[in-house]
């Protein structure tokens, strides 16, 4: 089966993603207090929001047995998403791995 990637929401979505773009900020930060022509601090810090936002993006995902999220190792799933809403292109699904929590899941799909 193939990898279904995500972007997963709920209180742990939420304080990975703040934690996130507070990179974002202090690159832009950087940026508008800079005097320099060329800013290096911002386009150092900003090309690690890229580079964590991309693999934050690639490590979120999910198969017929596992759970990956991008600060944990694979966890084991014992039954198939249930899907809470549908809006669009917009999917929210439920999951509930072995032993943790539930997380909400958005996923983009056509």
Do not use: C, H
């Not at 939420?14 to 508008?32: A, D, K, P, R």
């Not at 320099?36 to 995902?61: C, D, E, Q, R």
């Amino acid at each position: 089966m193939k990898k279904k990637y995500f972007i997963f929401l709920g209180k742990a979505g939420l304080i990975y993603y703040s934690w996130l773009f507070i990179i974002l900020f202090i690159s832009l930060i950087f940026g508008y207090e800079g005097t320099a022509k060329i800013n290096w601090p911002m386009i150092i810090i900003g090309s690690l929001f890229v580079i964590l936002f991309i693999y934050t993006l690639l490590n979120s995902y999910w198969n017929q047995n596992y759970l990956k999220l991008p600060y944990r190792f694979k966890i084991k799933i014992n039954s198939k998403p249930t899907l809470v809403k549908k809006y669009w292109l917009f999917k929210i699904y439920q999951i509930k791995p072995v032993d943790y929590q539930k997380y909400y899941l958005l996923r983009i799909e056509k």
